[in-house]
């Protein structure tokens, strides 16, 4: 339970649940389970069920639930909209950047916070959490026109900048969790064998924190991917991101539903795939460093 | 009255090109290689090879200069411009709502634009007209106008027995009746979206009354004038009467309500109907399609309704850093042959030469005639707030669903508009 | 912010006397704690943990402090479209957006159903998210399997997209659901509107908001008790205790920093909702939908008072403090135990 990463995967298997009873213990909750996954789901379903379906059928008043006539229509008409390949590429590059960034700035952070002991450390830690509550829509102008003295408006780096400072306290906050779980006695050992701190950081605190960097990393990928309206303040049209690509749907003349939900499945995609890849590292992750308390 | 005053100077000294007000506009015309327009999503979406052409004309004559385009939904296009007009690097056109306007005017926000530059410039529809107009100094372009239409369907008037469109309120009225006795009340015989203020404020001037007046250098709300109220009560009768879907929504899918089939007219924007029909949206087989008629609405007391003239300016900040460029791109995106462009996507045109022969026509009478009688916003410096502030939807719905009495809602109504019409 | 500049600004009085007593075991590389106090004199110079900080400070004090200080310094001022776009600083005010917001009883009720609205949020949100974490321990594996692609797919949703299905789904005239909910004998929804009662349709943005929001507290969830020992389950059940006392008595003590930390995210994320109420109201929420964010945004970009927008700001964060006092001290224990 002090280690991280070594016991999620073992414990998962409740001993508690072996014997002959078991088909029959797990028929309620499984029912329970699929009882979720319908209703939870059905938002997803309707968006990828109308992003299928011919334009027309869209808003019929007797919804059809499986497209009748599977088409491929809205993608093509979606990917005809704007400039989609730009906007996801743009997309991509600011969420990397922003993972990245984010993932290295804020480990130093949460290993200066957790390992060291100075004076204000309290009030850093305070204050990196208190910085959330900001409403960020209150702060679109002094950001804006901040970013625009830097001279970073309608630039990639003024975006990223702009999401490091809501995934920084969070990854901050979460990898500081992980850090204090991990027993100094690793390092230690390690230095013994010859290793300088950082080495004996990079060799042996690394590896063990891994969980907890999966974990942020995709805090900070859907935050970076999904933001819409500091994507639409600051970069214009030519820079802009897939989330404002999206409201090329909505016009004074109607919203194009059945595109749009085409556009949007296009766009959860890469994310479901990224996050099932590391799903397993992630739920084992999320909690090894904040469980230990 | 200083800031006034500041915003006049900065403005007079940006048109005549003399230098720039907080951005440094030495040396402008020469330097500037690029100009860039703010467009709504219509235009890219509805008719870009307009767009494109004004481009080409602007290529012409500007060798070299790109035109760099930026497409913005409504809601969101006024934050961003808010934002950037705080910068030095400002768009060198924006499209404006010509409700949308005023407090710019009021703050100096645009430049002055010599009117004689532009093709039909004389002619200029007074509603567009109007929205760009400041002291008496011109400060936009008008672009396009939209009038309101009634359209109905043929084929349920006919089952009726009805087979013209009604002359007048008194034949409109009993078709309608008709109409929604056969037709049972989970239909609308007039489907009228609460929130419609445009429908709504029109029944108001219809029966002579009014939504603010100036008097004294001072802007005051009159909803409650006994005239107001009429106007508002007749409206509300035709709420009761033959408005059954769902009184607490807004217009914005009004079109796509109508294509369910489940109402037999409705008084919208004149793409509406046509959209409606499409079979994307005609959910009745293609009876929209083929059923639709148009005609002006008639007014309650005879003539005709009111119709409010809706359309987009197109506008320079006074910080932009082109205007020359900028005017010359707005002359060809706006000239004759851009406007009928734009006719034939279902606008009006911004000018009363080019609207007149569409009165011949039978597909476009309607629209045309509703120039006919027309009416606008208060022009006061406050007008904005009061049309984001919803108070006039709110109140119209307050009414329709009898939350509050007309005289009541009315009063707040009242109330709320005289506590930010002439602010600024 | 205020409190990370304080806390730079005494960084050089800290130097002088690294404190060896009063914290023991922390510093030292390599110390094991309890073990190692004392042993040796530190090699870490004090400015060593203000260079790692260096680079989270800096962005954090630039990109927010900094336009804080700016808001801050505008809630004090008269300030509208003029003062922005002619740069001016506009006049000082004093105090006076703060008691015109704090005199307006609309403004309580705001804040009123602020609260409310996130109270409801996040005690949803908890017990969804304990509620299907502990479901997917008693589930079969293909089943957990389908309930995590749904919580990730949920999650990974983007929230303009969400919102657009949800208010496409709950229309009343082609929305599914009451179509659905019409199916079912003897209930008739058509054309029922979810927003006409604004209780109804705040419900209705609630159930937005938790179905955004359960999936990150259900994965964290579920992986946390994924690491209850299972022998302490066991022996408490072995003594005759019933689920729920195991969970009570034994689950949630083991859990406790984790539902503290998502607890504590939750409301901070929840009372700054903003596009669901915004754009569910088709940008322009009525006064009975009104929350302090879309309420502080009305006031900047509809009434253009830029002043008032940013002291209603103000006071949010002051609130949200106020919220989170009794949390901060738990959320700081964390790493403190050794």
Redo the contacts between chains.
């Keep these: 339970m002090s280690v991280p990463g070594t016991t999620a995967g073992r414990r998962s298997l409740p001993p508690a649940r072996r014997g002959g009873a078991d088909g029959g213990r797990r028929t309620v909750p499984n029912l329970l389970a699929l009882v979720f996954a319908v209703t939870a789901g059905f938002p997803l379903y309707w968006m990828v069920n109308t992003a299928f379906k011919p334009a027309r059928d869209a808003l019929a008043p007797e919804p059809k639930f499986l497209p009748a006539a599977p088409t491929l229509e809205n993608f093509r008409d979606a990917l005809e909209v704007g400039d989609f390949w730009g906007s996801v590429g743009r997309s991509a590059t600011v969420a990397g950047a922003t993972v990245g960034i984010g993932l290295v700035v804020g480990l130093l952070a949460a290993v200066a916070v957790s390992r060291f002991a100075f004076r204000g450390r309290r009030a850093v830690i305070v204050a990196v959490l208190a910085v959330q509550m900001v409403p960020l829509v209150a702060m679109i102008i002094p950001v804006f026109l901040l970013l625009n003295e830097i001279g970073q408006v309608d630039r990639i780096t003024g975006l990223v900048l702009t999401y490091l400072t809501f995934v920084l306290p969070f990854t901050v906050w979460t990898l500081r969790g992980f850090i204090v779980n991990i027993p100094k006695e690793l390092e230690e050992a390690a230095m013994v064998d010859g290793c300088t701190r950082t080495g004996a950081f990079l060799r042996v605190v690394l590896p063990l924190l891994a969980p907890g960097l999966v974990a942020t990393s995709i805090y900070a990928l859907v935050q970076a991917w999904n933001e819409y309206l500091y994507a639409m303040l600051i970069m214009s049209q030519d820079n802009q991101t897939a989330t404002v690509w999206l409201g090329n749907f909505v016009t004074s003349r109607g919203t194009d539903y059945a595109p749009m939900m085409a556009g949007s499945t296009l766009m959860a995609l890469p994310v479901v795939v990224f996050f099932l890849i590391v799903q397993r590292k992630v739920a084992a992750g999320l909690t090894s460093g904040a469980v230990k308390g | 009255m200083k800031r006034g005053l500041m915003a006049a100077v900065c403005v007079a000294a940006m048109t005549a090109g003399i230098a720039g007000c907080g951005a440094d506009g030495g040396g402008e015309e020469a330097a500037a290689r690029e100009i860039t327009v703010w467009l709504t999503v219509d235009a890219q979406k509805n008719w870009p090879e307009l767009v494109k052409q004004a481009d080409q004309a602007f290529a012409a004559r500007h060798k070299g200069v790109k035109v760099k385009h930026e497409y913005f939904e409504w809601t969101a296009k006024n934050q961003k411009l808010d934002a950037v007009l705080a910068t030095d690097k400002v768009p060198d056109v924006v499209e404006m709502g010509n409700s949308e306007t005023l407090g710019y005017l009021a703050k100096g926000a645009f430049a002055e634009i010599d009117p004689s530059r532009f093709e039909n410039s004389e002619q200029w529809l007074d509603a567009l007209r109007e929205s760009v107009t400041w002291n008496g100094k011109l400060y936009g372009v008008p672009y396009y106008a939209g009038a309101r239409t009634a359209t109905w369907r043929t084929d349920i008037a006919e089952e009726v027995g009805v087979d013209e469109p009604p002359a007048d309120w008194k034949e409109l009225t009993a078709a309608l009746d008709k109409i929604q006795k056969k037709k049972g009340d989970k239909f609308s015989a007039w489907y009228q979206p609460t929130r419609d203020w445009y429908t709504g404020m029109a029944f108001v001037k219809d029966a002579g009354g009014d939504i603010a007046e100036l008097e004294g250098g001072k802007w005051t709300a009159t909803l409650s004038t006994p005239e107001s109220v009429k106007g508002l009560k007749n409206w509300k009768a035709v709420i009761d009467a033959y408005m059954h879907g769902d009184k607490n929504k807004d217009d914005a899918d009004r079109y796509i309500v109508y294509g369910q089939g489940r109402s037999a007219m409705i008084y919208a924007n004149s793409w509406e109907g046509a959209t409606a029909a499409d079979p994307k949206f005609d959910k009745t087989g293609g009876k929209l399609a083929e059923n639709l008629e148009s005609f002006a609405l008639p007014g309650t007391k005879g003539g005709l309704m009111p119709n409010f003239i809706g359309g987009s300016d197109l506008v320079i900040p006074a910080k932009s850093d082109a205007k020359e460029m900028a005017a010359d791109w707005i002359k060809g995106f706006t000239d004759t042959k851009a406007q009928r462009g734009l006719i034939e996507k279902g606008n009006l045109p911004n000018a009363k030469s080019l609207l007149a022969p569409l009165a011949d026509d039978p597909e476009t009478a309607a629209a045309a005639r509703a120039n006919e009688n027309t009416w606008f916003v208060p022009m006061a410096p406050g007008w904005l707030q009061v049309e984001k502030k919803q108070v006039l939807q709110n109140m119209l719905n307050d009414i329709a669903v009898g939350k509050k009495s007309v005289e009541a809602a009315a009063k707040d109504a009242d109330a709320q508009i005289n506590a930010v019409i002439n602010g600024g | 912010?205020?409190?990370?500049d304080?806390?730079?600004a005494?960084?050089p009085?800290?130097r002088p006397s690294p404190?060896p007593g009063p914290?023991p075991?922390?510093?030292p590389?390599?110390?094991?704690?309890g073990g190692?106090r004392g042993r040796g004199p530190r090699r870490?110079p004090?400015w060593?943990?203000?260079l790692?900080?260096a680079?989270?400070?800096l962005?954090?004090a630039?990109?927010?402090?900094?336009?804080?200080v700016?808001?801050l310094v505008?809630s004090f001022r008269q300030y509208g479209?003029?003062e922005?776009?002619?740069?001016l600083p506009g006049d000082w005010q004093g105090l006076a957006n703060y008691t015109h917001i704090l005199t307006d009883g609309a403004f309580w009720s705001v804040v009123l159903r602020t609260l409310l609205f996130t109270l409801a949020a996040v005690t949803l949100t908890m017990t969804v998210g304990m509620a299907?974490a502990l479901?997917?321990?008693?589930?079969?594996t293909w089943?957990?399997v389908?309930?995590?692609?749904?919580?990730?797919?949920?999650?990974?949703?983007?929230?303009?997209?969400?919102i657009?299905?949800?208010k496409?789904?709950f229309?009343?005239?082609?929305g599914?659901l009451n179509?659905?909910f019409s199916r079912i004998p003897g209930v008739d929804l058509e054309?029922h509107?979810w927003?006409?009662d604004s209780t109804q349709g705040l419900a209705v943005i609630v159930l937005l908001v938790v179905?955004g929001a359960?999936p990150?507290v259900a994965?964290?969830?579920?992986?946390?008790l994924?690491?209850v020992?299972?022998e302490l389950?066991?022996a408490a059940?072995l003594d005759g205790a019933g689920p729920v006392k195991v969970f009570r008595h034994v689950t949630v003590p083991?859990?406790?920093?984790?539902i503290v930390?998502l607890t504590?995210?939750s409301v901070?994320w929840d009372?700054?909702v903003?596009?669901q109420v915004f754009l569910m109201r088709?940008?322009?929420p009525?006064?009975e939908y009104q929350v302090?964010?879309?309420y502080?945004?009305?006031q900047?970009?509809?009434?253009?008072d830029?002043d008032a927008?940013?002291a209603?700001?103000v006071v949010?964060?002051l609130l949200?403090?106020g919220v989170?006092a009794v949390y901060?001290r738990q959320?700081?224990?964390?790493?403190e135990?050794?």
Aim: aromatic share 10%; proline share 6%; no cysteine.
């Design positions: 912010m205020s409190a990370a304080t806390s730079i005494r960084a009085a800290g404190a914290d075991g922390k510093a590389p390599g110390k094991p704690h190692g870490d004090a060593a943990p203000w790692l900080l680079p989270t400070l962005v954090l630039l990109v927010l402090g900094y336009p804080l700016r808001l505008i479209q003029a922005l776009w002619q740069g299907v479901l997917l321990q008693r589930v079969s089943v957990k389908l309930v995590n692609i749904v919580l990730v797919a949920s999650w990974s949703m983007p929230v303009v997209v969400a657009t299905v949800f496409w789904m229309d009343s005239d082609y599914v179509w659905l054309g509107n927003f006409t179905w359960v990150f994965i964290t969830l579920h992986a946390g994924t690491q020992p299972k389950e066991e059940r083991v859990l406790k920093p984790v930390m504590t995210l901070i009372m700054g903003f596009p088709d940008g322009h009525e006064p302090l964010t879309t502080s945004y009305d900047a970009f509809v009434v253009n830029y927008g940013a209603i700001a949010t964060v949200l403090l989170m901060m959320m700081l224990k964390i790493g135990v050794e």
